[in-house]
């Protein structure tokens, strides 16, 4: 397992480009079950979940092509069972569900599972099938969903914390191929639902209102071929960004769709960091005096959920009180505990809030990943911390984020990737 070899106290300077969105191009991989014909996918980031979705479409039988940034999928001659020891890795593949189903009339995918920061249900993923008229079993830790015929529907998808992403997915997936209209209401928002509905549009589906809480689809009878390219990942543009005024630096982040950063910046500005928009760009140009800041995690556009942990790290270097509330997932608060063994002083309040006491010089240490949104949090504490911090199992890490020990090497941080037995 390889780990992460950070030397303190640098200030990140030059220019970044952030990789295609890896919350997009899964779903995106998954939807080319859809047809028989080729799909070429562009700017698909080069990380071991995309390589991962692809083993998991080549185990159901589509040819699935690497090259560079570019993946092509056919899926001439396909089955509908996800093996279970593919499946259970990795959470994003529960949305092969949705275009199995719409393309086969069968789709037996394991249940994926839980994971660190939670439990993981797809009740509403399978909530939206049988209203298009699957039938849903659950047999031996695999959900067995079949329909001779889909036929659209009305369908409220709203959770307890709000919309499901993956499940408005794989309902839009199911939908695309159905008989009729299907009417989405309480539907995800985030841009990368947008992404996947330009995608599935590009292969003739009739998709309106994705970005919104209600989304209409026309089911049509086929789908073709298309080419896309996948967005900027969000995510890694705002742990950049953050970053940079961590280590109170000057970053320019060619990709940052600033659209899709809204309530980021909004929390960045109110932590005292500068910075400036462009077109494709967010330069960050550091900070003088960090202030506190109260930050809840929401569905889009609220704050993301998965930038609360990069968000904890820097308000740990800010002299006062910040309050971080997290509402989406029951535990995502794995990586107070590595933070405190770098000297932060976080309190957990009831489960779903962190009181982080900043100010306290951070300093040096090992810690350990343990999800992809903590060890960037780790990282980024260790750019700053007094001294070396070694960040282990950094395979979490390889999972969200292209080759991010050679994009902070280039900014001038001092990381290193060792091999470890
Ligand atoms: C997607 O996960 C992302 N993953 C996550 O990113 C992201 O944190 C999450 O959306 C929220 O934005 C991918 O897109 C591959 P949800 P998803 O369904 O779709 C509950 C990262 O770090 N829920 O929107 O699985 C669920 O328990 C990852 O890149 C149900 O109750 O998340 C959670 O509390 C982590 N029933 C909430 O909804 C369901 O059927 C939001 O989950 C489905 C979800």
Not at 163 to 186: F, Q, W, Y
Not at 208 to 215: C, Q, V, Y
Request: charged residues 20%.
């Amino acid at each position: 397992m390889d780990s992460l070899l950070i030397e303190g106290g640098c200030t990140l300077q030059g220019e970044v480009t952030v990789s295609g969105a890896k919350n997009a191009v899964l779903p995106i991989m998954a939807a080319a079950l859809l047809t028989e014909e080729s799909c070429i996918i562009k700017n698909a980031p080069n990380l071991s979940d995309v390589r991962f979705m692809g083993q998991i479409l080549a185990s159901l039988g589509a040819k699935v092509e690497f090259d560079g940034d570019t993946v092509v999928i056919q899926s001439k001659e396909i089955h509908g069972r996800g093996d279970y020891d593919l499946i259970r890795k990795m959470r994003g593949s529960v949305c092969i569900l949705g275009p199995l189903l719409a393309r086969l009339g069968v789709a037996e995918v394991s249940l994926p599972g839980g994971c660190v920061i939670g439990s993981r249900p797809i009740d509403l993923h399978l909530k939206g099938m049988e209203a298009l008229g699957a039938l849903v079993e659950i047999r031996s830790g695999y959900v067995i969903v079949r329909a001779d015929e889909l036929v659209g529907n009305q369908v409220f998808l709203g959770g307890r914390v709000g919309p499901t992403v993956l499940g408005t997915a794989n309902v839009m997936m199911a939908a695309v191929l159905a008989k009729g209209r299907t009417i989405i209401e309480s539907a995800a928002c985030e841009p990368e639902i947008v992404d996947l509905a330009d995608f599935l549009i590009g292969m003739g589906a009739k998709i309106k209102g994705a970005g919104s809480p209600t989304i209409t689809i026309e089911g049509v009878a086929k789908l073709h071929g298309t080419s896309h390219e996948v967005i900027p990942d969000r995510i890694e543009a705002a742990t950049f960004a953050v970053a940079a005024a961590a280590t109170r630096g000057d970053v320019l982040i060619h990709g940052a769709r600033c659209e899709h950063l809204g309530a980021v910046l909004d929390k960045l500005s109110d932590a005292g960091v500068s910075f400036t928009r462009g077109e494709k760009t967010l330069h960050v140009t550091g900070a003088d005096v960090f202030k506190p800041v109260d930050v809840t995690t929401q569905p889009f556009a609220g704050f993301p959920t998965d930038t609360q942990a990069q968000m904890m790290a820097l308000m740990t270097l800010t002299d006062g009180i910040s309050v971080i509330t997290e509402r989406i997932f029951e535990s995502r608060f794995m990586h107070v505990s590595e933070l405190a063994r770098l000297g932060a002083e976080i309190a957990i309040e009831g489960g779903a809030t962190a009181i982080v006491k900043g100010g306290r010089p951070l300093s040096g240490a090992p810690v350990m990943a343990s999800d992809l949104r903590a060890s960037a949090a780790l990282v980024i504490a260790g750019l700053v911390a007094d001294g070396e911090t070694t960040v282990k199992r950094i395979y979490h890490l390889d999972r969200g984020y292209e080759r991010i020990d050679q994009k902070l090497e280039k900014l001038g941080g001092r990381v290193r990737r060792v091999k470890e037995s």
